[in-house]
């Protein structure tokens, strides 16, 4: 796994959106891969939460037919926390303030996550991703 090139992406991301503040890849049991985050943001943490709130949108999409999870926004007074599902095995969480661009930020971290499946190596990421 090249963590480099993840925080790297996850750098991009922050460049390419106008109020994202936070990234982080986590595997879906909770442990952390690669962060770029602020000092006042705990990554360990983070990853632990993003693992817990999958478990609740996978049971959700699924009892209620609406196929495999994909993401998932979690919105507050001061900002978001976005969750894009990275394959099977990982995450990308985004927190972003309140001047988050949510139309953006969908359309950035969608090719995000194609390129860290390629960086993971993950099934479905293109030969051109990797």
């Known amino acids: 796994m090249n963590h480099d090139g993840l925080v790297a992406e996850m750098r991009t991301l922050r460049e390419q959106v106008t109020g994202v503040t936070d990234a982080a890849v986590v595997a879906v049991d909770g442990l952390l891969i690669a962060a770029d985050t602020e000092d006042g943001i705990d990554p360990d943490a983070l990853a632990a939460l993003a693992a817990a709130g999958l478990g609740l949108a996978r049971r959700t999409t699924a009892t209620c ?13 001061a900002g ?3 969750m894009y599902a990275v394959g099977d095995t990982a995450l990308m969480v985004v927190l972003g303030d ?3 661009n949510l139309g953006r930020l969908e359309a950035e971290s969608l090719k995000a996550v194609e390129r860290i499946k390629g960086v993971l190596s993950l099934p479905g990421a293109s030969r051109a991703d990797r």
């Open 65 to 77: 037919g609406r196929g495999t999870f994909q993401q998932s926004v979690t919105h507050g007074t």
């Open 80 to 82: 978001c926390a976005a």
């Open 98 to 100: 309140e001047g988050l």
